[in-house]
């Protein structure tokens, strides 16, 4: 059994039919079999030609930094893997002849007993591997941004004003540097950075809650906002 050279057209044609209904080349969960297939194809099958192929080489290049920790024995061949040999022929004229005695077995095989172990240490693995993925936390995501915060006019007092900004404490939220701004006929923007984790604090809602320092605060805008 196994796929052929999967540089060839007949190849990725082999793994194109192979996955077009499956995730991974070998179970439910990626494993040594994808590793070294995707290996094999040595550079993404061109889509138009073999869309489900490069679907699959897409999703396989996303485990490509847990290659090494994947289930399954690295020692075996891309070529191990795959549909059985006689049901891909290279040459369909040059096929042997199919005899219907071949789908008799008279004497039975211990191949079944072999295939069902074979498979309950695979899904065992699978299984071991998925537990390993779900234990990683995975990392914040944050966001660093610098906020605009405009007075009413030259006599408003931009110390009280930032105190007042600062003294806003939220899970999620740290304050920055921060710098005065001149903005025009004397008046000056208060301009301060800050970080936020995406997942607890709401950009709008942060700018609501500082405008409510009516005495002191006109206005809010972002006025850059990066992905950490």
Do not use: C
């Not at 369909?92 to 172990?117: C, H, I, Q």
């Amino acid at each position: 059994m196994g796929f052929a050279d999967l540089v060839s057209d007949a190849g990725l044609t082999m793994l194109d039919k192979w996955v077009t209904t499956r995730s991974y080349i070998a179970g439910y969960s990626p494993s040594q079999a994808d590793v070294k297939t995707f290996q094999a194809t040595k550079k993404p099958p061109p889509v138009e030609k073999y869309p489900h192929a490069y679907r699959w080489h897409k999703h396989i290049a996303s485990f490509e930094s847990d290659f090494s920790s994947l289930p399954g024995d690295p020692s075996k061949a891309y070529t191990a893997y795959g549909p059985e040999a006689q049901e891909v022929a290279v040459n369909p004229a040059k096929a042997p002849e199919k005899d219907d005695d071949d789908d008799v077995d008279l004497f039975g095989s211990d191949d079944e007993e072999e295939d069902a172990e074979a498979a309950r240490v695979r899904e065992e693995r699978l299984a071991a591997y998925a537990k390993k993925k779900e234990g990683k936390e995975k990392p914040t995501a944050k966001s660093i941004v610098s906020m605009d915060v405009k007075p009413w006019d030259d006599e408003t007092s931009m110390q009280d004003l930032e105190q007042n900004v600062r003294k806003i404490e939220k899970d999620g939220l740290t304050w920055g540097a921060s710098k005065l701004v001149p903005v025009g006929f004397g008046v000056k923007k208060l301009q301060i950075n800050l970080v936020v984790e995406d997942a607890k604090i709401s950009i709008d809602e942060l700018q609501e809650q500082i405008e409510e320092d009516e005495d002191h605060v006109q206005s809010t805008d972002v006025a850059a906002m990066q992905k950490l």
